[in-house]
């Protein structure tokens, strides 16, 4: 199995005593930690307009944690494209591909937070549309030597040739966020790898990779295990009462999340919670682990809530378990 890790540094706002830059620190040397205990990625997301100081310029801090490691993969989980001018992402993403080695997984997707579009100021109605006219220039931008042109609903180039070129060919390596059946088919057809996500419960996991399968080989492509990443809260504790409360943190988180995101679908309950996450004891978080491992998930992105001593413990007394 293969391990990476999911996640957001924080920075917190307040007065000129106030470290605001205290919480992402901390979070670069958590990741140059991790490298050493041997956990293969690292996968950051994109938010804004939270209020709670979450990341939003995911290119620039992996660019400083990729400068801070050396076999580390890069990822972003996911970038919202439709939020974003489509060459100058091509461009940032090539740069960190090649100061990086290429390490670089881009993962992208269309947006769920509902707030965050009305942010920009733009209708969540476009996500769709935006999404697939930014990928088609953003793959022209990393495939094409010549000058093109490009004449879109809602970006225009005229004869460019988009430098620099990336080190990953023909262009960094794709990951796309899936929520829906829909999706799920749409990553297979583009002929991308998968990106679940932490709230999605272990059945919904489950099905999701089941369709991923199946359509990649209707294609008549060999599907690839390692070509979904599974992202999956984690933690270790040592007693009920522990359990308890990482448990209601969990729930008060997913709340927070919903008050963004507007999700009609969305389930505030305490089953909906302990469906999507990995909280327990030592054994029974490597019970769960294997669980994954039988249904034929072999590569999980860790979200960790009590930070690097999880890490540690998982490294030191799951993960060998896996090799």
């Known amino acids: 199995m293969r391990f990476g890790m999911f996640g957001s540094a924080q920075a917190s706002r307040g007065g ?31 938010h804004h307009f939270t209020g709670f100081g979450q990341v939003s310029a995911t290119l620039n801090l992996l660019t400083w944690i990729g400068a801070l490691t050396s076999t580390l993969r890069l990822g972003t989980a996911v970038t919202v494209l439709p939020w974003h001018n489509p060459v100058l992402l091509a461009e940032q993403i090539a740069t960190l ?45 990393w495939t094409s030597d ?55 419960s272990f059945d919904t996991i489950v099905d999701e990779i089941a369709m991923y399968k199946s359509e990649v080989e209707s294609l008549g492509r060999t599907f690839d295990p390692m070509n979904v990443a599974v992202a999956r809260s984690v933690n270790i504790v040592n007693s009920n009462d522990e359990y308890e409360e990482a448990v209601n943190n969990r729930m008060a988180a997913r709340r927070r999340t919903q008050k963004h995101a507007l999700q009609s679908s969305f389930q505030d309950t305490r089953e909906a919670t302990e469906a999507g996450i990995i909280y327990g004891s030592l054994e029974h978080v490597t019970k769960e682990i294997q669980t994954l491992r039988d249904v034929g998930i072999e590569y999980v992105l860790l979200n960790c809530p009590a930070g690097i001593s999880t890490l540690r413990r998982f490294a030191k007394d799951v993960i060998p378990s896996f090799a």
């Open 97 to 141: 591909d090649l100061l990086s080695g290429g390490r670089v997984d881009a993962g992208i997707g269309k947006g769920y937070r509902l707030k965050e579009f009305e942010g920009f100021a733009m209708p969540v109605e476009e996500a769709d549309a935006r999404f697939e006219e930014c990928l088609e220039v953003m793959l022209k931008a």
């Open 146 to 200: 010549s000058p093109w042109s490009h004449q879109g609903k809602y970006w225009q180039y005229d004869n460019i040739v988009v430098e620099p070129p990336s080190t990953q060919k023909p262009h960094p390596q794709i990951w796309m966020g899936a929520g829906s059946p829909r999706s799920v088919k749409q990553v297979a057809q583009l002929g991308f790898n998968m990106l679940l996500g932490q709230y999605d």
């Open 16 to 46: 000129p005593d106030t470290d605001s830059g205290a919480g992402f620190r901390e979070f670069v040397e958590r990741n140059i930690e991790a490298e050493a205990l041997g956990y293969h990625s690292t996968f950051l997301v994109e």
